[in-house]
């Protein structure tokens, strides 16, 4: 008698073996995924599908399995937009994870929308978005901001290129935020190797703890923006212009946490905040950078 194989089917799938259990391209199955539409995990990254659960949402005649995304903002910290949001009482929660965590949250569904300053080879943020094969969502420009090393006063006349951070001591932003992303590759254009630096153990998880570090005497370097330089009195050598950018759910966009969000963006308050702190640009605030085709 035949043996039963359905034990040794894969717990999860792959999105090609999904595409080919529905009968789909596989850019439908990432179409319902950033959606919510179909049950899935993301793994480092890589989208898996639970055989079991997938099963059960094919016989329950695909009925969506999505909830309303929280009145959640993850992503790269922006000290202007974290003041922004408590300070417009917009009942936004903040989870400042880094630029490539957060993408990863809303694509799960798990944000209304998310900040970047992400490098890539024709824009900023643009490139990995579209990567991403998310839909329903928007990409709006927050800011244009000046990045570079936030230096400590001792250092500033010693570092006046990437170059001169071989042998000092630097603060590390956590792996996947666009800070550290945009670090390593100042590093590889200088053709310097992060075992050239004395790189500081503890990592800094937002543009704060990256210039407190250098603040406290913890490091003589941190890649930062120019805001949190002049914020703790430190040396700052600028190195590029970086744009911000909020990617914000399209179903979630008109509640009422983002419209307060947005709108106090638009005020006087909020333009004369930005020019205190320095090394802001709001010039394209709220233009749209990104749609999906």
Not at 118 to 125: K, V
Not at 216 to 235: C, K, P, Y
Not at 268 to 283: E, I, N, Q, R
Request: proline share 5%; glycine share 8%; aromatic share 6%.
């Amino acid at each position: 008698m035949p043996q039963d194989d359905r034990n040794d089917d894969p717990s999860y799938l792959t999105t090609k073996e999904v595409a080919e259990l529905l009968r789909v391209k596989e850019r439908k199955v990432y179409d319902l995924a950033a959606t919510g539409e179909i049950p899935h995990r993301r793994i480092t990254g890589k989208l898996i599908f639970p055989r079991s659960e997938l099963l059960d949402w094919i016989n329950s005649d695909a009925a969506p399995v999505a909830s309303v995304r929280p009145a959640v903002l993850t992503g790269s910290h922006d000290p202007l937009l974290e003041w922004a949001v408590r300070e417009s009482g917009s009942g936004l929660a903040t989870m400042f994870n880094g630029s490539r965590a957060g993408l990863d949250c809303f694509t799960d569904g798990q944000a209304a929308l998310t900040g970047l300053h992400i490098p890539g080879e024709t824009d900023w943020n643009v490139d990995i978005v579209s990567a991403q094969g998310v839909r329903n969502c928007v990409l709006i420009a927050w800011a244009t901001r000046a990045r570079g090393l936030v230096l400590a006063p001792d250092a500033a006349d010693k570092i006046t290129r990437v170059a001169d951070l071989k042998g000092k001591r630097v603060a590390r932003r956590q792996p996947g935020a666009g800070g550290a992303t945009f670090f390593e590759e100042m590093l590889k254009r200088e053709g310097i190797d992060a075992s050239d630096l004395e790189l500081v153990s503890e990592l800094a998880h937002t543009e704060h703890e990256a210039a407190a570090a250098v603040a406290a005497g913890q490091a003589d370097a941190a890649t930062g923006i120019e805001a949190m330089a002049r914020q703790f009195s430190l040396g700052f050598l600028p190195l590029a212009e970086e744009r911000f950018d909020l990617l914000i759910d399209q179903h979630t966009y008109f509640t009422p946490p983002v419209q307060t969000l947005l709108q106090f963006a638009r005020t006087a308050a909020c333009h004369d905040k930005a020019a205190a702190m320095g090394g802001y640009d709001l010039g394209d605030m709220g233009a749209v950078r990104w749609l999906p085709e």
